[in-house]
């Protein structure tokens, strides 16, 4: 049985699809099977098979296991904005319950690495009620953060940690970012999230303005502590 983790970040736009991409890549490397799954996606495209959102197809050509469109993204919404409103648009309601079980049949694939890509920070509604933080607690799924390193990070990264940990699931590791470019304060704040979260660094990912960053930074991530005894 292989493992599987669900990635959240500290805000939008933070680069966990990079990171999750990147971690795939990386597992693939070490000759590993991997899937990524994108429950929900807002910004998505039309194109001649239909909405189809960047992300989604990011976690897709990282992927060694290939399944069709709809079970990488069963939920692509167009309006670029909160999933929860991209749905009231589209005159959908997002249901959890199905969300889960979608997830569970992709988890029974059996790959070696399986991440399961939120929306947003941990807790993005998903509806009225429920947010993503509860599609991972329903899962069951450790959880990898990935915190862009910027002004105002270590609150946001120390505040999602402990929410993590409050809802009852494992913080399994989390990933320093430069989604813009790292500023002079990088170092130190990398340094100084790495004794305050509990949990191991799994790497530092530079800016990397190509659109094969996901597999060039796949060599700065250490698996070690995500792959199963």
């Known amino acids: 049985m292989g493992a599987a983790y669900f990635v959240t970040g500290t805000d939008t736009g933070v680069g966990k699809t990079t990171a999750a991409a990147a971690l795939l890549w990386a597992a693939r490397n ?7 799954i994108k429950p929900v996606a807002s910004g998505s495209e039309w194109g001649p098979d239909g909405l189809r959102n960047e992300d989604a197809l990011c976690l897709r050509q990282a ?3 290939q399944v069709g469109y709809a079970q990488t993204n069963p939920v692509a919404l167009e309006p670029a904005i909160a999933p929860h409103y991209a749905a009231r648009t589209a005159g959908i309601t997002l249901d959890i319950e199905a969300l889960v079980s979608h997830c569970r049949s992709m988890l029974v694939l ?4 399986t991440l399961i890509e939120g929306a947003g920070g941990w807790r993005v509604p998903l509806n009225e009620k429920e947010t993503f933080a509860d599609l991972a607690k329903q899962l069951g799924l450790p959880v990898i953060l990935v915190v862009d390193i910027r002004l105002g990070c270590l609150n946001h990264a120390l505040l999602s940690a402990e929410s993590i940990t409050n809802d009852g699931l494992i913080l399994a590791g989390w990933i320093a970012n430069a989604a813009e470019g ?6 130190w704040m990398v340094a100084d999230l790495g004794q305050r979260l509990a949990c191991p660094l799994l790497g530092d990912l530079p800016h990397e303005p190509v659109s094969e960053a996901p597999k060039v930074l796949a060599s700065r991530l250490v698996l070690d502590k995500l792959l199963p005894n």
């Open 110 to 113: 059996g790959a070696d690495i």
């Open 30 to 36: 070490k000759g590993l099977s991997t899937l990524g």
């Open 63 to 65: 992927s060694s296991i």
């Open 182 to 187: 790292r500023d002079n304060s990088h170092e």
